[in-house]
């Protein structure tokens, strides 16, 4: 046996005299009692007591030791109903943090591995939907790539509405009462308009109003929304808008020095004025030219803001061919069509296209439009003599 072995060598082997002790010293080897038997037993003693120790700690560290590597998710499609609201622009561990906090999935972990695995997790739709409480995150990503768990409350803002007409959809829509939009609506800031918006290069007042900054568009009405949450979201998506078309950059250098907010009103007139799509840029150029140009009065000259005065005002719009001439050139009205240079605000809310149009007219020297066919297309003149050939046109086709 290896423990009967002793490798050291007494003083007479170093001596060379190996002979005549090594009888003797084998012999004493063999005759000693227990020395190595009582280590063995003592080595074998201290194995089984320390991998006692380190069993016992595997045992009670499991759980804990396996949660670093086994990503805690639950069984099964779970149980129970409840809402998860999947905000405009939300990314995958936004999502998995809603679930999580829902109650929905055991950890956020488990959501975005599951939509990690599934290329499909990128079509997720922002709203609120109808999920179930304790579910595995794979099945929690099946709940919200089905459409029929989403819960639908939408409300669809026309481009060219006026925010006192945005108001009463809101309000059919929501039940909130209009003057809770209104009362909201005082405070453009408050609902993130930023003050630099409100700048005019024009040398006149500006007039903050939320009017031109309520985005056109469908919208998720979520549940418990107030006005203000509402307005503010209307808000932030025209800022997204303009910011991804770099409005407020190109006007400030392509538009020969107006405002951002200038160009924001011309927008809404074009948007009030053109009867299509593919004379947005037409009409916005008519308004530059007639307001910053040569036109004799430097004024805009369009019903549109007559109207819009009316309305503001609790009065009942009217066709051009309505109005009286006290209407038309009323010196209390601050969106008189004869007032000398831009009118003080934007006249409803532009959408995309009217922005573009605004942002980059085309070329024309412009002062003149009128339609003439029934599809909305209006003829364009440089010169009031060739205004009235063009309007002549549209009598006979029965437009006007």
Known sequence: MIDDLDLSFDESERSGDKGKHRRSYVRKRKGESGGSGGRT???????????????????YGFDRVQSYFVTPDYDGAGTGEVTVEIKQGALIADMAVALYDA???????????????????????????????QMSGEQALVMLLDLKNKITNQVTIPE????????????????????????????????????????????????????????????????????????????????????????????????????????????????????????????????????????????????????????????????????????????KNPYNRKLRGMIPSPINNPGKQAMEGAMDPPPGKWLYFV????????????TYEEQLRNQRKAEEAGII
């Open 160 to 331: 060219g509405r006026t925010a006192k007409n945005i108001y009463k959809l809101l309000s059919e829509k929501t039940k909130i009462p209009v003057k809770e939009f209104e009362a909201a609506a005082k405070d453009p800031e408050g609902l993130g308009v930023p003050d630099w918006w409100f700048k005019r290069t024009d040398g006149k007042p500006a007039k903050k109003s939320v009017e031109g900054f309520l985005y056109p568009d469908t919208y998720e009405i979520p549940p418990k929304a107030t006005a203000e949450i509402l307005l503010s979201t209307m808000v932030q998506n025209f800022l997204t808008v303009t910011g991804e078309m770099k409005f407020a950059d190109r006007v400030q250098e392509e538009r020969g020095g107006i405002s951002p907010y200038e160009a924001l009103i011309v927008a809404s007139l074009a948007q009030a004025e053109a009867g299509n799509k593919d004379d947005l840029g037409k009409v916005a150029r008519v308004a530059y030219n007639r307001v910053y140009g040569e036109f004799p009065c430097n004024c805009l000259e369009m019903d549109v803001t007559v109207n819009y005065y009316l309305e503001l005002t609790g009065q009942k719009t009217k066709t051009s061919k309505d109005m009286t001439d006290a209407e038309l050139d009323d010196k």
């Open 103 to 133: 109650g929905v999935v055991k950890s956020a972990k488990a959501f975005i591995e599951a939509a990690e695995a599934n290329s499909r997790s990128k079509n997720i739709q922002p709203g609120t939907y109808k999920v179930r409480k």
């Open 41 to 59: 037993a003592l080595a074998l003693l201290m194995a089984f007591v320390l991998l006692g120790v380190i069993g016992g700690g595997a045992f």
């Open 371 to 382: 339609a003439i066919d029934r599809q909305g297309h209006s003829a364009f003149a440089e």
